[in-house]
């Protein structure tokens, strides 16, 4: 109800990253000359490290080349050695994975291969809720026990050291394959393949779990076959690229070097020839229930990075924290389509459970930091419960960590039911960071604290004892605040550049289409645009998205804010905004348009400045001062008319509460009646001392008006605060 929108410039920062250096802005022409491609695009494509028209063309080609040789990979040779020797003896392997999305196609994957290749081979991921995190002793013993003589792990394992002793013990040997940071001394294994282990050459370390394992297979395909590397790539990726994918976008891994060929090799065999459970998935997904036209011709779905984010990797992830991540590998194995479906439909049921549960942590959550977080004192927001699903608390801490700016740690404690809990306890938890706390080392730190721990620089899994756990909380908080400035602290979102109205074209967007696949590394392009207008506000699918028309020059644009309501956009029609957006193609019965998707929004700088040197002017004007550099409106015949026609319409519908930026914007409908704060503010204040309305300030910047009954005609010319107008407007 309030004018809030105003003060919220220092809320988020906005980084442009354009270089307008005369280096830059010689480099991009040559690009654009050179290649024939959109002058924006060779902004996009210099600001992001392809300076040259060899770069900028690689960057488009994504060359198989661009995949390096499997065996620098360090202990490579000795992992595709020993699963050779377990094929060819036809001993059992078992893939132990995690059970995140992942791992869960991770060992997908290297099943089906070894599958293919006549392996006798099974699977094996721990169950979030009995086994916990990682490697343990008890399956391990379990496996040998079920005659398993080879375990390879995929996307956990590097720090297994003590699980790896009791498998040699038991005549198992192990191969790690894992692409975690590595913390102190490596597993003791057969081999453990890791990009990130400290004496591995292999130049490029951000592959996923599902990473390496296409790296073992590539090296695999080369040694069973003899095929060179372009050949044993191709064989892959045409068997499993699709889960590769799924597996590095569901991990937010950078979508840079490899990882871009992987991913776009993986879309590409999503988009023509998907395997069942992924078609039956994206199938369900799409479908309204059965109030949709089974006759209507349903436009394909395009499957690009974000899709596969946002909606199909969290279904697959689903099942594995609220049931058994079992189910999702036998859902990604599902040949047949009617038990894909089936297995689909278990997938979507989770997720709606998981959506459930994560709503309530997250009311729970957001009531405990309001009422116990210290924020002028710990960087960290740190929080535990007997009441959490800890399936579920990984994608609440990334909320916390989204709306707080701040890094986030929640652990779940079993245990809830006694009365009297005990102090050795193991709760389980999830942490996501910010730029500026690299999480890993901040748990390194807290090591003697914790029973396990593992992950990345921006997320991490944990294991924490109950009576240790406040000291934990101290000691992290600590290592926080050692490391952690203000600035860091303050949420930054980057824009690759500015853009006026006349560069925003359709041209333009399907320009952008061809720089796909985005993600992490190479994030979709978003944009600035300055001192638009605001011309029609659309609240859409009963108020949950809003649709904005926005104008820049003769030009009209929509806008589409998703996830925001109306109110909670907080903007109205008439103001100059600056939107931060990405930009898309809106298809809607034939018909294509350019839209923009918002991502942030706030006033124009001269808006805002004008907005708040009006009501300062006001404010120090009704003190009885004279407000130097402003001058001071005198209100006509006209401009009194419009507002009491205002207040006297809405009184009619029972509105008393007037937000000054809603009064404004009606009265701005009328471009022949130019109105500002401070004409506002003395309109009503003149109305107010002649008795015509009562007027009263409930909070900044919104007023509650009721109209009075009053005998004939008010002269308002005898309005002590209009002469005292007139006077100071005539000097």
């Known amino acids: 109800m ?220 080369e040694k069973l076959t003899g095929a060179d590397r372009i050949t044993a790539v191709n064989t892959v990726a045409l068997s499993c ?127 405990m930091i309001e009422a116990e977080h210290d924020f002028g004192r710990d960087p960290v927001i740190v929080l535990s419960s007997d009441e959490w699903h800890h399936g579920v608390i990984g994608i609440v801490a990334s909320r916390i960590t989204e709306r707080y700016g701040l890094p986030t740690i929640l652990v779940s404690f079993e245990g809830g039911d006694d009365p009297y809990p005990s102090p050795d306890d193991v709760g389980k938890g999830s942490g996501r960071s910010v730029k500026g706390l690299n999480l890993f080392d901040a748990l390194s730190s807290c090591e003697d604290l914790l029973v396990k721990y593992g992950g990345h620089e921006l997320a991490a899994g944990l294991s924490v004892r109950r009576g240790d756990f406040s000291d934990f909380r101290e000691r992290i908080n600590d290592y926080a605040r050692e490391r952690l400035t203000r600035e860091a602290l303050i949420p930054t979102i980057d824009a690759d550049c500015e853009l006026t109205g006349d560069e925003l074209t359709l041209g333009l967007a399907a320009e952008i289409e061809r720089m796909e696949p985005f993600g992490v590394g190479n994030p979709t392009p978003c944009f600035v645009s300055r001192d638009l207008i605001v011309r029609e506000i659309y609240p859409i699918s009963g108020g949950k998205h809003t649709k904005l028309l926005v104008g820049a020059g003769d030009a009209t644009f929509e806008a589409m804010c998703f996830r925001m309501s109306e109110s909670a956009l907080d903007l109205y029609v008439g103001e100059k905004i600056d939107l931060l957006y990405t930009l898309g193609v809106n298809e809607y019965a034939g018909r294509r348009s350019l839209q923009m998707i918002v991502k942030d929004r706030r006033p124009s700088d001269d808006a805002a400045d004008r907005f708040r040197t009006e009501r300062d002017a006001l404010s120090a004007f009704l003190d009885g001062k004279d407000p130097s550099g402003v001058e001071i409106p005198v209100p006509d015949r006209r401009d009194f008319a419009a507002v009491y026609r205002l207040l006297r319409e809405t009184a009619s519908m029972g509105e008393r509460f007037f937000p000054v930026r809603s009064m404004l914007s009606r009265l701005t409908s009328d471009p022949s009646l130019p109105f500002g704060y401070l004409k506002l503010g003395l309109i009503l204040h003149v109305f107010a001392e002649s008795g015509i309305i009562t007027l009263k300030e409930e909070g900044k910047d919104l007023y509650a008006v009721d109209l009075c009954k009053t005998e004939g005609k008010v002269d308002l010319e005898q309005s002590p605060l209009l002469s005292r107008i007139k006077l100071l407007a005539s000097h």
């Open 2 to 221: 309030s004018s809030a929108f105003y003060e919220i410039g220092g809320e988020k920062k906005w980084r442009v990253l354009d270089d307008d250096s005369q280096e830059a802005v010689e480099g991009k022409q040559a690009l654009t000359h050179t290649l024939g491609i959109n002058p924006v695009v060779s902004r996009l494509l210099w600001n992001r490290g392809y300076r040259t028209p060899d770069d900028a063309k690689a960057y488009f080609s994504l060359a198989n080349e661009m995949l390096g040789d499997p065996f620098v990979l360090t202990d490579m040779d000795r992992a595709v050695e020993r699963v050779c020797r377990a094929l060819s003896s036809h001993e059992k392997i078992t893939v132990y994975g995690d059970y995140d999305v992942d791992g869960v196609t991770s060992v997908t994957a290297l099943l089906l291969y070894l599958r293919e290749k006549g392996g006798e081979v099974d699977y094996f991921i721990p169950n979030r809720f009995g086994d916990g995190y990682g490697v343990s002793d008890a399956a391990v013993t379990q496996l040998a026990g079920n005659g398993t003589k080879l375990i390879v792990t995929v996307d956990t394992g590097i720090t297994a050291n003590r699980e790896v002793e009791t498998a040699k013990a038991l005549g198992v040997d192990f191969i790690v394959t894992d692409h975690h940071e590595c913390a102190g001394d490596l597993p003791d294994a057969y081999a453990v393949v890791n990009p990130h282990r400290p004496d591995c050459p292999y130049p490029f370390k951000d592959l996923a779990g599902v990473g390496v394992v296409f790296k073992l297979l590539c090296a695999l395909e």
């Open 241 to 367: 690229a699709d889960l590769i994918a799924v597996g590095t976008i569901a991990d937010v891994m950078p979508i840079v070097g490899e990882n871009r060929l992987i991913v776009k090799l993986g879309l590409d065999l999503i988009s023509r020839r998907p395997r069942p459970s992924i078609s039956a998935l994206i199938e369900l997904v799409g479908a309204k229930g059965d109030q949709r036209d089974q006759q209507k011709k349903k436009k394909p779905q395009k499957i690009t990075s974000s899709f596969i984010g946002f909606t199909v990797a969290p279904r697959i992830n689903a099942v594995g924290r609220v049931r058994s991540a079992t189910l999702a590998v036998e859902f990604l194995l599902s040949d047949d389509p009617s038990r894909a479906r089936e297995y689909a439909e278990v997938l979507c049921d989770a997720n709606r459970e998981r959506q459930e549960e994560e709503n309530r942590i997250v009311r729970d959550a957001f009531a």
